[in-house]
């Protein structure tokens, strides 16, 4: 994303109006001294009253002295630019709905979405845990830790996960298969927050396992503290035999604490011990440690030593095909009645398989009570989307840093920087993808919600409570959350700095706009409805603010029209300028980024923004204020004459963009200059002809936007158009859902730069394939003469997207980014459980209000 910053200028330079000290001596009052009787001399004012004098001197002290506290203020505590300045109202997340037993329950989880297994509590400072392995690829061995593509993992994720205390992942590595499970309890005695126990169950295929590769595993459980509070080893010489205690502290939030490990297999322990304050690459320590043992005794194994108050343990444990080890950690222990014996023995052995067994069943039951897809799907289809959810679900994670904000230019600044930093914050949310995009995205959480707030309505509402605390003074969200070293380091430079001038599409309200729904048809719980409308009531004012910081910094020339900023009009190297802050990246756009651009998505999203404010205010009977009728805004965004005259083609019988465009422009190799005295051989971008305002010839999902946003009635002509497009195999059909761009686009699969292949232009989305069922599914019911066409083609994409879907995950044992419109191959990112989790409200046919 492109763009620059916004700053407020705040003068350290003393104002002209300001007294100097010459100016006060050549303006003090003159006076005549006489010598008294007693030989003293004393002041005598020239015809003024003595009382008047002294009131004034009075008055100039307290004059003097707010100017003098004033200029040390303006130096000491320099005004923040208005990009990281917080919105100014209360947070969203201080609300006492998620305080106390929520905030509580809530406490621990698998919030390090990014590790295979990666547990932490949702605070700053946090007491964190993780698993590594040592796994065999191509004859060498390798040490796993993060999610990687380059590991080459046949499977993993979570394919159950209630998003709260319950996980049940499998990761399958080569012929090794391990079996991670997670479960919470809150027991008396237990400190805040309650226990923590995982199973890690190892065995072998041994159709893939190589015996020259070893009998057994090792694995590396670890516990790390943020705090930097010391870790104590409970003895040097680890035996499961004689005592389970592994390791021991203490932390503030929840008192002294235990870990525990008991197994009934024969395993060897060793463990080592570092002080440091880094935690985004731990497993380079147990590297270097290991390399430094197999050097001095050639063993594979931990050092059996420790640094120097050690804030990071690591224990390594080693058995034989197959073993099954339980992990648990216990709070409060210093508390008399902690009955720590019992916890621990409740939190592993048969207790933990009756617990983990019970706990499986109940997400079983949830499933079938909130999706019912028993009755929509088959038993396969069943099977992959409870993987779906689980896999959404343990992709929550919990993030706390600072964003970069870039900035075009800095005032009252020292020195040059390129961006400033947001104020420290913390971030509760999904992620799209555990190995590629493990952090917090703007535009797919909004997608990401639909699925949750039907899980977990108050993990929801937690979510987005989130995500608008993060709202600046500007009522602007950056669109990726890059918070902490750990998200940091996966991340390329260029895209780490966030513009203000940019937006995301804003998709939170697609889920709150549900959520109202269901207020309005009383499908919730008093509680429920009374914790929402609190919700509500305190999320209005920076919703506001969000709608109008589009509604002011994103509109066009013409009224109701928009364009998404950040464009590179400048650009020499793109076939077509990318526009990242739509979300659609390099959908193409006008071939020359101009102010006088009309981007049709954004439209349509501000008329969804539009009427889901509408949607609130009615829903309180809020007076509407002047300037800010919601309900007038959506009626000037949905008016379909003025829509067709901004946006229609009757000649393509399509929507399109508007703006500066020609269709001559290629990619072309040419001899570039580079300043070093030869020549360099490049793709560019050759224009061939003056571009001519005008539509955007390019049918695909755009095209599709106001059929998605339900504009076009269910009589129009234009709507059989819409299912002419839509059905049509030469234009966006296929038998795995619907392509991104028409194979008739000039810009169909083409690359966008020599090392930018084609990405919304082919492939199939699911979240945008989502939208476009839920229309048809809502034409399909509303009368009118396409109502049996809108039907019959509802019916196919619905079934060609679940089938492809499924096939795709039992053939590859993942979720994925996107899908191939030739042959329906999974394609980008996996596991993506992001948006993709969408096939489990299609399965189950649950499209609220979109």
């Given amino acids: ?59 100039a002290f307290f004059i003097i002295l707010f100017l003098i506290r004033h200029l040390v203020n303006t130096v000491a505590e320099p005004r923040l630019p208005r990009a990281i300045t917080p919105f100014p109202a209360p947070k969203i997340m201080d609300l006492p709905q998620f305080q106390g037993e929520h905030k509580e329950s809530l406490y621990w989880g698998t919030y390090r979405p990014h590790l295979y297994l990666g547990i932490r509590a949702r605070t700053p400072q946090s007491l964190m845990a993780g698993l590594m392995w040592i796994g065999v690829k191509d004859g060498r061995y390798h040490l796993r830790h993060v999610c990687r593509h380059e590991d080459d993992l046949s499977t993993y994720g979570w394919i159950k996960h209630n998003g709260r205390d319950y996980g049940h992942q499998v990761l399958v590595d080569h012929g090794m298969i391990l079996t991670t499970e997670f479960i919470k309890s809150k027991g008396d005695g237990s400190g805040y927050g309650g226990d923590w126990a995982v199973r890690v169950d190892v065995k072998i295929d041994k159709s893939k396992w190589n015996k020259g590769f070893g009998r057994g595993a090792q694995l590396f459980f670890y516990l790390a503290d943020e705090g930097g509070n010391i870790l104590d080893v409970s003895r040097e010489n680890l035996n499961i035999r004689e005592n389970s205690l592994l390791a021991s502290g203490s932390r503030t939030d929840i008192g002294d604490w235990q870990l525990h490990l008991k197994s009934t297999e024969d395993l060897k322990l060793h463990y080592s011990g570092f002080h440091t304050p880094h935690f985004h690459n731990l497993s380079d320590l147990v590297e270097e440690n290991l390399a430094s043992q197999i050097r001095k005794h050639a063993q594979l194994q931990l050092s059996d030593s420790s640094d120097d108050s050690p804030n990071v343990l690591v224990f390594q444990i080693i058995g034989g095909f197959p073993f099954t080890t339980d992990i648990v950690l216990i709070s409060g222990t210093d508390s008399e009645s902690s009955r720590a014996e019992d916890r621990i023995n409740s939190l592993t052995g048969a207790s933990l398989s009756n617990e983990l067994k019970y706990k499986e069943q109940a997400f079983d039951e949830k499933i079938e009570k909130i999706f019912n897809l028993t009755e929509k799907v088959d038993s396969e289809s069943m099977s992959v989307g409870k993987a779906a959810v689980g896999s959404l679900l343990g992709g929550i994670g919990y993030f706390y840093g600072q964003s970069k904000i870039a900035l075009s230019r ?130 209005f004012v920076r919703l506001e603010a969000w709608f109008q910081w589009f509604n002011t910094t994103q509109s066009g020339k013409q009224t109701s029209s928009y364009y998404w900023h950040g464009r590179d009009n400048r650009t020499m190297r793109e076939l077509n300028p990318k526009s990242l802050s739509s979300g659609l990246d390099d959908y193409p756009r006008s071939s020359h980024p101009s102010v006088d651009e009309r981007h049709l998505d ?152 020599e090392h930018d292949p084609p990405y919304w232009r082919g492939p199939i989305w699911i979240n945008m394939n989502y939208r476009i069922l839920a229309a048809l599914h809502h034409y399909s019911i509303e009368n009118g003469p396409y109502q049996d066409r809108a039907k019959a083609i509802y019916t196919e994409l619905r079934s060609n997207l679940i089938r492809n879907i499924v096939r795709n995950y039992q053939q590859t044992g993942f979720f994925w980014e996107q899908y191939d419109q030739i042959k329906g191959k999974g394609k980008g990112a996996h596991p993506f459980t992001g948006w993709t989790s969408l096939v489990v409200l299609i399965m189950a046919e649950e499209y609220g209000t979109i």
């Avoid at 407020?8 to 003393?14: E, G, I, K, P, Y």
């Avoid at 590629?436 to 703007?442: A, D, I, K």
């Avoid at 379909?640 to 399109?656: I, P, S």
């Fill in 602 to 753: 954004l439209r349509c999203w501000m008329l969804l923004a539009a009427e889901c404010m509408h949607s609130i205010e009615k829903l309180f009977d809020n007076e509407t204020r002047l300037g800010k009728n919601y309900g007038s805004t959506a009626n000037l965004l949905s008016d379909h004459e003025l829509l067709n005259q901004m946006h229609f083609d009757e000649a393509y019988g399509a929507y399109f963009d508007f703006g500066n465009h020609t269709e001559k422009v290629q990619l072309k190799w040419k001899e570039i200059e580079t300043g070093q005295n030869y020549p360099s051989r490049q793709l560019v971008r050759d224009v061939l002809e003056r571009p001519v305002l005008r539509l955007v010839p390019h049918i695909g999902y755009v095209s599709l936007f106001p059929f998605m946003g339900k504009i076009i009635p269910s009589g129009s002509w234009i709507l059989e158009k819409q299912l002419e497009l839509i059905s049509n195999t030469s234009l966006l059909w296929t038998d795995y859902g619907l392509r991104s761009l028409a194979k008739t686009s000039s810009m169909y699969m083409k690359r966008n730069t």
């Fill in 1 to 59: 994303m492109a763009g620059s910053g916004r700053t407020t200028a705040r003068s350290r330079v003393r104002s002209s109006s300001e007294p100097d000290a010459n100016s006060l001596r050549e303006t003090r009052p003159k006076f005549n001294r006489h010598r008294s009787k007693y030989g003293s001399t004393i002041p005598l004012f020239n015809n003024v009253n003595i009382k008047l004098v002294l009131a004034i001197a009075f008055f």
């Fill in 410 to 539: 800095t005032v009252n600044f020292r020195e040059h920087v390129d961006y400033v930093s947001y104020w420290p914050a913390e971030l509760y949310t999904a992620v799209p993808s555990r190995s590629f995009f493990p952090r917090g995205f703007l535009w797919d959480e909004g997608f990401h919600q639909l699925l949750i707030w039907r899980w977990d309505l108050h993990i929801s509402l937690d979510i987005i409570g989130h995500w608008l605390d993060l709202m600046n003074i500007d009522g602007w969200i950056p669109r990726e959350q890059i918070l902490g070293t750990e998200a940091l380091s996966r991340v390329p430079d260029e895209f780490v700095p966030q513009h203000p001038t940019n937006g995301n599409p804003p998709t939170m309200f697609l889920a709150i706009s549900d959520i109202i729904t269901g207020l309005k048809n009383n499908e919730f719980t008093a509680k429920d409805r009374r914790e929402i409308s609190l919700f509500l009531e305190r999320a």
